[in-house]
């Protein structure tokens, strides 16, 4: 933003080059071409991968995840993201799981429809039968959802890719088929995943999978893309070193009742977390590094469980890669997970505390429930998410990433995590400073042409309507409109005109339009799906073109 204080010194030098030097004058005014299109819709691409429990406990999860899912694609839609989405389950296998009988995905991605995997067994655990966990919210087989080839920035060729994808609000999957109905049926995994659950595993095995030429998904990540993890599981993650796998069949260590046969999930949270204080209630709980022999403050090479570093590392690895081509890219991991409801606005904080000795709670999990769900009738418990946790906290910022399992409704929570991808994506920038049509105002009133092209027709886009205070909305009878944010440090009392800004820790905030010697920033909001091969673009009289009119 410019006041008339700081842009009229600035006219004045310019007219005078412009008065003084005509051959100035003409070059300064090619070079600030006010007719060079600004694109708009860049900027917004999203690889998002769901990493999906499919124990034994998970068919109500699965379902409310499918059901729900609707709101997070129409975000993504709004928002105007070219999005990939991936699902994978946790499990990558446990000696204590037959890998003939749980299949585990050990990373790979899974696009086929829950219906077509009925008959296999899939929605079945002991006496259990959850196929409602995919009748329900499913209608299409996979059939039905035929993938149409596409090629990728890796490879060229165009082949049926095991994901969802929307790129300019083009689909690959069949015309008419909207992503979140494909969701519901790609989504639920079913319940006969392995019940050692190795949710952080799964995710690095993915993203390693994504980044090498001999499997499936490669070339799921796109290097300028932002990396969204999702995590959905009501347990302890049980990622485990091969080399210490007796933990799970001679060697007791760590299980709960050393008379069982077998351990449960209590052997993995025995294996992977400390808790300070003395009980029943914890002080907090936190990954710890155990060695075979029940010691902690193992290295991270003799821990039975593998460190928190190979996931954190994992993933700083990629973000630094990204940054190398974008340095806006980020890299967010989210849990649904053990968490009580309202812990992502700070009106609730996880439970650590001891179950009640020997009961079902503490033979099984070893420890109390992180929430649990009265509210449905049902009663289920889930586990504080503690190694979960502590990858997602590290790609947090100041955010809360994390959200309830046991809620009846996921919508808030995926629209959470939608909101956290939409303020990650890079701002939209001004290519120079823009001209001020009213000089006698505080506020910039930029001098801009926004339009929306399809097929190579052009129709002006209209401006968003202020409401309230501080809020935009899309003008009635139309599905999209411009914002043009010029206030760069909340000069004005209103917070809707304000530029994005980002955290700097010498600074306190830094605004990445205004660092690029722009005074504007361009956002555009919908109701409902972006058009169909819509392309959208700002033009703007620069101050220099102004100054030599």
């Not at 009742?257 to 709980?285: E, I, Q, R």
């Amino acid at each position: 933003m410019k006041s008339p204080a700081a842009v009229l010194p600035f006219l004045s030098i310019a007219l005078t080059a412009c008065l003084e030097h005509p051959i100035a004058q003409v070059e300064l005014c090619k070079l600030e071409n006010p007719d060079v299109p600004i694109r708009l819709d860049v900027g917004g691409d999203v690889d998002i991968l769901f990493v999906i429990d499919n124990s034994g406990s998970m068919a109500e999860e699965q379902a409310r995840l499918a059901r729900n899912f609707e709101a997070f694609a129409r975000r993504l839609d709004e928002m105007g993201a070219h999005y990939r989405i991936g699902v994978t389950t946790t499990d990558s296998g446990n000696p204590r799981c037959d890998a003939a009988m749980t299949t585990p995905e050990g990373g790979d991605l899974v696009l086929r429809s829950c219906l077509d995997r009925l008959d296999e067994g899939a929605f079945k655990f002991n006496d259990i039968d959850a196929a409602f966990a995919c009748t329900d919210v499913c209608g299409l087989s996979s059939a039905d959802l035929a993938i149409v080839p596409t090629s990728t920035d890796l490879d060229p060729e165009r082949r049926a890719r095991p994901w969802i994808e929307s790129i300019d609000g083009i689909t690959n999957l069949p015309p008419d088929v909207a992503v979140a109905d494909a969701f519901a049926c790609f989504g639920p995994q079913g319940i006969d995943g392995c019940g050692h659950e190795q949710p952080l595993e799964s995710m690095y095995l993915a993203l390693k999978k994504a980044l090498s030429p001999k499997e499936g998904h490669y070339g799921f990540m796109r290097e300028d893309a932002l990396l969204s993890v999702v995590l959905v599981t009501d347990e302890a993650d049980c990622s485990f070193e091969p080399a210490f796998k007796d933990i799970f069949m001679t060697d007791k260590t760590f299980w709960e009742d050393l008379g069982s046969p077998a351990p449960t999930s209590a052997a993995c949270w025995n294996a992977g977390v400390a808790c300070s204080g003395p009980g029943p209630v914890y002080a907090g709980c936190e990954p710890e590094n155990f060695s075979i022999d029940g010691e902690p403050g193992a290295a991270d090479g003799e821990a039975v469980l593998r460190p928190i570093s190979r996931y954190v590392d994992l993933l700083s690895e990629i973000r630094a890669d990204k940054q190398r081509i974008n340095p806006s890219r980020e890299v967010l991991v989210s849990l649904i997970a053990g968490v009580p409801p309202g812990y992502e606005d700070g009106a609730a904080e996880i439970p650590y505390a001891e179950a009640e000795p020997g009961s079902e709670q503490d033979l099984n999990f070893g420890i109390a429930p992180g929430c649990v769900n009265n509210s449905d009738g049902s009663g289920s418990t889930a586990v504080p998410p503690v190694r979960e946790r502590a990858v997602a906290e590290a790609f947090a910022g100041d955010q809360r990433n994390l959200y309830s399992i046991c809620q009846d409704d996921y919508t808030s929570a995926l629209e959470g995590i939608a909101r956290q991808i939409e303020k990650a994506i890079a701002p939209v920038c001004g290519s120079t400073m823009v001209a001020d049509r009213d000089l006698e105002t505080e506020e910039l009133e930029a001098d801009c042409k926004v339009q929306q092209i399809v097929d190579g027709q052009a129709s002006n886009v209209p401006a968003c309507e202020p409401v309230g205070a501080d809020e935009w909305a899309v003008p009635a009878g139309s599905s999209v409109c411009a914002v043009i944010l010029t206030d760069p440090s909340g000069l004005t009392p209103s917070k809707r005109d304000d530029m994005t800004t980002v955290d700097d820790p010498e600074t306190g905030f830094t605004v990445p339009c205004a660092n690029r010697e722009t005074n504007v920033e361009f956002k555009l909001l919908r109701e409902g799906p972006r058009v169909r091969g819509a392309t959208y673009t700002a033009t703007c009289l620069s101050e220099a073109a102004e100054a030599c009119r």
